[in-house]
């Protein structure tokens, strides 16, 4: 278990890793439910970014592998949704609740 945790960990951190990656992040933040054509757009027009349709394409790729894009597909349109449960598990992983009160230092 704590392997298999170890790999998704990674890729998770491989992925969050490219700024690019980031962005289609925070796109997919701003408007879930986006074609590769809309990202392809939004990249362009909103931040300037002369990246290819397959470059982007593989970005993705990548994202959905580590679990923070999941994709649908209606008829020939593939959308790309943002799955925000692979960065709380991470974020889980670490926080523990603290009984002890306030930490030494704080008001």
């Given at each position: 278990m704590v392997a298999y945790c170890g790999a998704v960990a990674?890729?998770?951190f491989k992925a969050l890793a490219d700024p690019t990656r980031r962005t289609i992040l925070d796109e997919l933040?701003?408007?879930s439910g986006q074609?590769?054509?809309e990202i392809c757009s939004r990249l362009s027009?909103?931040?300037q970014l002369g990246i290819s349709r397959q470059a982007v394409s593989?970005?993705?790729a990548l994202l959905e592998a580590a679990g923070l894009v999941e994709t649908r597909r209606e008829g020939r349109y593939k959308f790309h949704e943002l799955n925000t449960a692979p960065l709380r598990q991470i974020a889980e992983?670490?926080?523990v609740a603290d009984t002890s009160g306030p930490e030494k230092g704080t008001p």
């Open positions: 990674d890729d998770l933040t701003e408007k074609t590769l054509f027009m909103k931040h593989q970005h993705l992983r670490w926080l």
